[in-house]
């Protein structure tokens, strides 16, 4: 059976974090894996998270299934962190299963689509996630994209956008960013969020929110802003989200998937055929990360903390785009690179060729991804001087 297979290329990111790891130069810098880092280059667990770890170790007395659904008050506290005080949930309207992160709960609403309609077909921004469009595949739906990032203007195309979810058909299904966009980092403000609801309403189309990143932009209720203007038109929603990023759980691997229906009673059919897609992918979620979740939101003490270790993180990757700007003007480099301080989230295109990446990785020892996609958070008041010479000798 086996015989048959032919090798598959590595996961570029994956390919050059092992190229990073493996390189001896004391000056490397990583600025490819999509993680939050501090100064010192390390991922470390929050302090709220190590208390609520403490008490899940105290209290948990039971490895026993949580169920297809996950923890109730997880999902509870999910569904306020997402759309605050919203009418989908006073209307119940909305539902919420955990996910095995922000991946599974993307593949859980692709396999939701598929059993509402066949080879349906799914609008991805261009650029984004590189996984979007494998894990869509796979599910068996018909992936096309709407223009999204201007590369030359370094900004949104918005007209582009527009045009062509005006012709998007109305049982299809697109996928939008709630914030942080990933990989460009620009964002809808409000006024473009609104002009999306419409066309989204009019033609009747099913919106899919990735909201992996929540906290990250500018703040935990700016940042759900856009869709929680479209779960106030629209009637059919799905949001997929993620805790890997804003509560550092990366290896707990913990999300949620939530829909969105026109009533009380049609959202309960829809939620039986949700629990069905996840009892034949993976039948029960984890339950360690959303213990650690949920005591953490139900915690007036633990939540203000996390509060204000998200606030820090933010602060941190918002400072390194000031500070990549202006290292640059300061090693004499004439292009203008503002972009970046307009931009939100953890990524950017630094906008160079695909031959200066490949120098600043063979000579310098810096990592991006070829399309000059780079993690903002990998910068560092350490490296930020060595970084912006580095990038000023290749141009």
């Given amino acids: 059976m086996f015989g048959s ?42 302090k709220c998270v190590k208390t609520a770890e403490k008490h899940r170790n105290d209290t948990e007395d039971t490895k026993v299934y949580i169920g297809p659904t996950g923890s109730p008050l997880f999902n509870d506290e999910m569904s306020k962190l997402i759309f605050g005080d919203h009418k989908v949930l006073s209307e119940n309207r909305a539902r919420t299963v955990s996910t095995p992160g922000g991946t599974g709960a993307l ?26 469009t494998g894990l869509f595949e796979a599910a068996g739906l018909t992936v096309k994209t709407y223009p999204y990032y201007d590369h030359e203007n370094k900004c949104l195309d918005f007209d582009g956008m527009l045009a062509a979810l005006k012709e998007v058909s109305a049982d299809d299904a697109v996928l939008l960013h709630a914030c942080c966009h990933n990989p460009s980092g620009m964002d809808l403000n409000q006024e473009q969020w609104q002009q999306v609801t419409e066309v989204a309403k009019d033609i009747g189309f099913l919106p899919v929110v990735d909201m992996a990143y929540q906290g990250f932009g500018t703040g935990l209720d700016e940042d759900a ?37 026109k009533s009380s009673t049609a959202i309960d059919i829809a939620y039986s055929v949700l629990l069905s897609v996840v009892r034949v992918i993976y039948s029960m979620p984890p339950a360690h990360g959303a213990a650690l979740v949920e005591t953490i939101l139900s915690s007036d003490e633990l939540r203000s903390q996390w509060h204000q270790e998200l606030a820090e993180m933010r602060n941190r990757i918002n400072g390194n785009r000031q500070i990549i700007v202006d290292k640059l003007i300061e090693n004499g480099v004439e292009r203008d690179f503002s972009f970046i301080t307009r931009q939100n989230g953890m990524f950017s295109f630094l906008g160079i060729t695909p031959e200066q990446v490949q120098r600043l990785q063979d000579e310098f020892s810096i990592y991006m991804v070829g399309s000059s996609r780079m993690s903002i958070a990998g910068i560092a008041k350490s490296n930020v001087d060595y970084l912006a010479q580095s990038i000023a000798k290749v141009l």
């Fill in 5 to 46: 297979l032919k090798a598959l290329p590595a996961d570029p990111i994956l390919g050059l974090l092992a190229k990073y790891r493996e390189d001896s130069n004391p000056q490397k810098i990583d600025l490819g894996v999509g993680v939050y880092k501090d100064e010192a280059g390390h991922t470390a667990i929050l």
């Fill in 107 to 132: 593949r859980v609403a692709a396999e939701f689509i598929k059993s509402c309609k066949a080879g349906a077909t799914i609008w991805v921004s261009n650029p984004t996630w590189a996984n979007h």
């Fill in 225 to 261: 802003a856009g869709l929680r203007l479209l779960a106030n038109n629209v009637e059919e929603m799905v949001v997929c989200s993620s805790c890997s990023k804003n509560f550092g759980l990366y290896r707990e691997r913990i999300g949620a998937t939530t829909i969105i229906g």
